[in-house]
C-alpha cells in the first residue's frame, strides 16, 4: 500500500521548539506527516538534535559559505528538492528568500510568525508590542509568498499580554499557541483542506477572511 502521509521538509535556524511541537504531534496513531527532512542554515541551530533525536536526517546548508543570496537558495533548494517534499514547513527560519525560490514552492510552502499579522511583521516583535503597550499578541501560520511575512493568513493563535510581562515570558506564552496552531495547520494542507488560490488562503473550498481560521 502506498504511504499515504504528506512528504515534509522542516527548515530551522535555532531552538527548534515548532519543530519539536510537529514531531511530537506527529506521533500519534494518526500521524499525518512524513518528515523526510531537517535543513538549517545554521550549524550550531539546537533544533538539529531534536531532528536527529527522532530519526530524521538532518543537513546543514551554512549561508555564510555562499557569496549571494541567489546561490544559497539555489542551493537549499537542491537539497530539499532530494526529498521531494508536497510541503515546506519553515519554523523558525530566519532568513529572506528569493523571489524565485518563494515561486517554486508557492502552494507548498507554509511559515509561523510571531504576530497577528499583519501586525508586527519583521523581528523583535515581542519587544515591539510591549513597547506599544498592546493589550492582545498572537501568532500567525500563513502561505509563504513574495511578500515578507505578508502572505495570506490560514490560521491564528491570540495571547493577552498581561501588565507584569517581560519580553520572555510574553515570548514564552506565544510559543504556547505556535504548538497548537502549527501542528493544527499542517494537518489540514497533510488533508488535502488547505490552498492557495488567487492569492487567497481556502480551507474547505472556503476563502479565509484576513486573520484567517479561528482556533477551534
Ligand atoms: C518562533 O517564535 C517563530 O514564530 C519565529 O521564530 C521562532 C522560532 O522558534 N519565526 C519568525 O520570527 C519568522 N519571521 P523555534 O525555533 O523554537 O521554533
Redesign the pocket.
Known amino acids: 500500500m502506498s504511504d499515504p502521509r504528506l512528504p515534509v521538509v522542516v527548515l530551522?535556524s535555532?531552538?527548534?521548539?515548532?519543530?519539536q511541537a510537529l514531531i511530537d504531534d506527529n506521533r500519534q496513531a494518526d500521524a499525518p506527516l512524513d518528515i523526510r527532512a531537517v535543513i538549517t542554515n545554521r550549524p550550531a541551530a539546537a533544533?538539529l538534535a531534536r531532528a536527529r533525536a527522532a530519526g530524521i536526517p538532518a543537513e546543514v546548508i551554512d549561508h555564510t559559505l555562499y557569496d549571494s543570496r541567489d546561490r544559497y537558495d539555489a542551493a537549499l533548494q537542491a537539497a530539499i528538492d532530494c526529498y521531494q517534499p508536497g510541503l515546506v514547513v519553515l519554523?523558525?527560519f530566519?532568513r529572506i528568500l528569493t523571489p524565485a525560490f518563494v515561486h517554486h514552492y508557492l502552494g507548498r510552502m507554509l511559515?509561523?510568525?510571531?504576530s497577528l499579522l499583519p501586525h508586527y511583521s519583521g523581528l523583535q516583535t515581542h519587544r515591539r508590542v510591549l513597547a506599544a503597550g498592546g493589550a492582545e499578541h498572537g501568532?500567525s501560520v500563513h502561505f509563504v509568498t513574495e511578500q515578507l511575512?505578508g502572505g495570506p493568513v490560514i490560521l491564528q493563535g491570540r495571547v493577552p499580554v498581561l501588565a507584569t510581562d517581560t519580553e520572555a515570558t510574553l515570548a514564552a506564552r506565544?510559543?504556547g499557541v505556535?504548538h497548537r496552531i502549527y501542528p493544527l495547520a499542517i494537518r489540514w494542507f497533510a488533508q488535502g483542506r488547505l490552498h492557495l488560490h488567487a492569492g487567497g488562503a481556502y480551507l474547505d473550498g472556503r476563502l479565509l477572511p484576513p486573520h484567517g481560521a479561528t482556533l477551534p
Do not use: R, T
Not at 14 to 19: E, H, I, P, R
Not at 111 to 114: D, G, Q, T
Open positions: 530551522i535555532g531552538a527548534g521548539s515548532n519543530l533544533g519554523a523558525g530566519m511559515n509561523i510568525h510571531p501568532a511575512d506565544v510559543h505556535e
